[in-house]
């Protein structure tokens, strides 16, 4: 039997598919095509993965480059360290970044690829549910710094994003769940048929080998390659990719990066419902959805109510604020997402007691 090989186009100005299967080796000789070199950056709990990748991409010279593994990579030492190691390997403007590995790595590679000559091509060999769902796809690339997450990066879209299903065989469970934090985004703000999935059957939502996973990881690149197709540079539509976000974004700084990024969103998420609860956009049962949907899957949807104070600033950095602005999104139902601009402080803190324990 034929394996089933999905596309998913994104378009705009620079069209790419998002290529989701089983044994996607060889859909990547035609992604380099032209490149006589290629940079395979991978953490070290990729590297057998990376190294059949870089076989199969059939480059005459293949530069590996081991990064540091999750958050730990996404640095601007890290960044530098590989611009170092393009340099010495003479890449030039038709050689092409290869990122394999969780989102952590792909946005490490992108950037990579953004910054080197201004811009070389690159493709992302997703290997986390996070990644293939999110990541991997739209173009946003970004290291940390100290004042916060994904401060410094470029919008620079992939030449095609490789979602091979059999790398999810060996990411451990608990990475699996967080990166259904960011489906179950998907299932709020666009598809509601996510949402029912899960709910249905949330272990085989979890499960790498079954139909409901795949099904749920299409929907998902689905409603992002939809948002991102006409909103690369997140003037406007983008920003309901962010639901949840501004708060979990501040828990994973506070953090210092040890909380899975899935998680911290996960508890975001049902910060964002009750502040479209209380402002009256979202109705009672739609807000109580969010925290059981993640419950079903195990993620966590309480922070401890004495980081309040440290979290309001860190909100602050979000892309989404203007000026002293904070700008949440928010649903005004199910699916409908909205903007909620300007909240008082007093609103905010009366939202974030629903996840406080
Ligand atoms: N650019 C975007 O639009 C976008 C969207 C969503 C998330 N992100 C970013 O992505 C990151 C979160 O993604 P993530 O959860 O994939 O994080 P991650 O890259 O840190 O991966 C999580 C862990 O899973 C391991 N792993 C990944 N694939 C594996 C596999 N197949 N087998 C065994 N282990 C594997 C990694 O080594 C790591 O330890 C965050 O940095 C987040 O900011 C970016
Ligand atoms: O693609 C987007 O746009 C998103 O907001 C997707 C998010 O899931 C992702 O975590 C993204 O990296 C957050 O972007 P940021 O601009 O808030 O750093
Ligand atoms: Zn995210």
Redesign the pocket.
């Known amino acids: 039997m034929t394996a089933v090989v999905t596309r998913i186009p994104v378009t705009g100005d620079r069209p790419y598919d998002v290529i989701v299967g089983r044994g996607l080796e060889g859909e990547l000789p035609g992604l380099i095509e032209g490149a006589t070199r290629v940079a395979v950056l991978h953490p070290p709990t990729l590297r057998d993965r990376a190294e059949a990748v870089a076989k199969a991409a059939g480059a005459a010279t293949v530069v590996p480059i081991e990064v540091p593994d999750a958050e730990r990579g996404k640095s601007i030492e890290v960044a530098a360290r590989c611009w170092d190691e393009l340099g010495a390997a003479g890449f030039t403007r038709t050689d092409v970044v290869v990122g394999v590995g969780g989102g952590a790595t792909t946005?490490l590679a992108g950037y990579v690829a953004a910054a080197w000559l201004r811009g070389v091509r690159w493709v992302p060999v997703a290997t986390s549910v996070a990644g293939m769902v999110?990541?991997a796809v739209?173009g946003?690339t970004?290291v940390n710094i100290a004042a916060g997450?994904?401060l410094v990066?470029a919008f620079h879209p992939p030449a095609g994003v490789l979602c091979d299903l059999d790398a999810l065989d060996t990411l451990p469970a608990e990475d699996i769940a967080a990166g259904m934090a960011?489906v179950v985004?998907g299932g709020f703000i666009a598809d509601p048929r996510i949402l029912e999935l899960i709910e249905a059957d949330p272990a085989a939502a979890l499960d790498p080998r079954s139909a409901v996973l795949r099904e749920l990881v299409e929907r998902k690149i689905r409603v992002?390659a939809q948002v991102?197709s006409v909103d690369l540079k997140?003037s406007g539509l983008?920003e309901i990719?962010?639901y949840g976000?501004t708060l979990g974004?501040a828990i994973e700084r506070r953090e210092k990066y040890t909380w899975k990024?899935g998680d911290a969103?996960a508890v975001g998420l049902v910060f964002a419902a009750e502040l479209g609860r209380l402002t009256g956009r979202l109705d009672d049962a739609t807000a109580a959805r969010h925290r059981a949907v993640l419950e079903s899957l195990g993620l966590p949807t309480t922070y401890p109510q004495g980081a309040w104070t440290e979290l309001l600033p860190a909100m602050r950095v979000?892309?989404?604020a203007r000026a002293a602005t904070l700008r949440f999104v928010v649903l005004d139902g199910l699916a409908q997402p909205g903007i909620l601009a300007g909240p008082d402080e007093e609103l905010l803190e009366r939202a974030y007691a629903a996840v406080a324990r």
Do not use: P, S
Request: glycine share 8%; net charge positive; no cysteine.
């Open positions: 946005d999110d990541a739209g946003k970004a997450k994904n990066g960011e985004k992002k991102v997140e983008r990719l962010n976000h974004h990024h969103i979000d892309k989404k």
